[in-house]
T-cell receptor, first 116, second 113 residues
Framework: GAVVSQHPSWVICKSGTSVKIECRSL??????MFWYRQFPKQSLMLMAT?????????EQGVEKDKFLINHASLTLSTLTVTSAHPEDSSFYIC????????????FGQGTRLTVV | GDSVTQMEGPVTLSEEAFLTINCTYT??????LFWYVQYPGEGLQLLLK?????DKGSNKGFEATYRKETTSFHLEKGSVQVSDSAVYFC????????????FGKGTTLSVSS
């Protein structure tokens, strides 16, 4: 299957700092990328959908000014957690789909963010 | 809206036991259906998929059949291994370009030797 690379796989940062997470599709063009957040022993919560070259669409309750998403090219999307706080600590996962319908989504390895 | 319901876990089995994880869905159109697996500390990996009614997806001994009449996509494996211990997610796609998959809550499987 197609490969989605997410970096870093884990990061520890201090409260008040910003953290950037990258998501790259390595062997296909991802017209749409998705960012999820996963709490321990829970399902994935969709945070936002980003299409290349346009603004991301955020799910209800997700602060767009805190979770900045940029989808600058067909192979790269970034999530920046701004002014991070301990409650932002979580497992963040990106996903990408090609433009065609009926295709599965491919997932990155996830990023474990710990804010201290 | 569309939704996915899967059985609550955890499911605890002995090695070589038969596995069934139930999944049912609600959708207005004709979705594609997926099972994903997540190992500890990792992202999700596609396990199998089915894109139309009566399709059977299979991979690594796992299989699931798309049943439109019962709106189900149950995951089965005849003989589980310790290495199958993971969280399994059922998901659907409404097949509209650019939309996210809709996931069930996940079922934790623990297999002991």
């Amino acid at each position: 299957g197609a490969v989605v690379s997410q970096h870093p796989s884990w990061v520890i940062c201090k409260s008040g700092t910003s953290v950037k997470i990258e998501c790259r599709s390595l062997d296909f063009q991802a017209t749409t990328m998705f960012w999820y957040r996963q709490f321990p022993k829970q399902s994935l919560m969709l945070m936002a959908t980003s299409n290349e070259g346009s603004k991301a669409t955020y799910e209800q309750g997700v602060e767009k000014d805190k979770f900045l998403i940029n989808h600058a090219s067909l192979t790269l999307s970034t999530l920046t957690v701004t002014s991070a706080h301990p409650e932002d600590s979580s497992f963040y996962i990106c996903s990408a789909r090609e433009g065609r319908r009926n295709t599965e989504a491919f997932f990155g390895q996830g990023t474990r963010l710990t804010v201290v | 809206g569309d939704s996915v319901t899967q059985m609550e876990g955890p499911v605890t089995l002995s090695e070589e036991a038969f596995l069934t994880i139930n999944c049912t869905y609600t959708a207005t159109g004709y979705p594609s259906l997926f099972w994903y697996v997540q190992y500890p500390g990792e992202g999700l990996q596609l396990l199998l998929k089915a894109t139309k009614a009566d399709d059977k997806g299979s991979n690594k001994g796992f299989e699931a059949t798309y049943r439109k009449e019962t709106t189900s996509f149950h995951l089965e494996k005849g003989s589980v291994q310790v290495s199958d211990s993971a969280v399994y997610f059922c998901a659907l796609s409404d097949n509209q370009a650019g939309t996210a998959l809709i996931f069930g809550k996940g079922t934790t499987l623990s297999v002991s030797s």
